[in-house]
């Protein structure tokens, strides 16, 4: 005589989602992001406090934007303002030279998109910020930007 409950078929659970790719697939994504990722390369030795704006649109392109800040020194907190261009701190006489140098650095089509961000604290006097954009007309710096947050 046969039993009953001999012959039943076993339930199939779901089977096992292989993970053996897994550690792959993540080193790809992660090697992926550092090579695409741009650090940024500029200690910043000036405080500036970004004034408010209403028009404000982000810029596109960043292999062509050169920056300039026009603040007071990190270290200084009641000193006079000053420019930093790039990793150091400058004056208006250098700013031609260093538009000639950063240009010389940027391909055919990046020196034609070529914008000057000009990234100042809000308290900064007109008559510097006047200074900086006649030594940017000097060096044929004609579009220039300035930086903002939203309101």
């Not at 209403?54 to 907190?77: C, F, M, W």
């Amino acid at each position: 005589m046969i039993q009953r409950g001999t012959f039943r078929r076993q339930r199939q659970g779901m089977p096992m989602l292989n993970t053996s790719s897994l550690p792959d697939l993540i080193f790809t994504v992660l090697f992926f992001f550092m090579i695409v990722t741009h650090m940024r390369d500029i200690e910043l030795k000036v405080r500036y406090q970004v004034p408010q704006g209403t028009e404000v649109r982000k810029l596109g392109h960043k292999a062509s934007v050169v920056n300039v800040y026009i603040g007071r020194p990190a270290d200084q907190p009641d000193g006079d303002f000053c420019i930093q261009l790039n990793n150091r701190l400058a004056t208006v006489d250098d700013i031609r030279q260093f538009i000639d140098e950063e240009r010389a650095l940027m391909s055919a089509d990046d020196q034609a998109r070529m914008t000057v961000s000009l990234k100042a604290d809000r308290d900064v006097p007109m008559g510097l910020v006047a200074d900086v954009k006649h030594a940017l007309q000097q060096s044929y710096a004609l579009k220039i930007n300035y930086a903002a947050t939203e309101k």
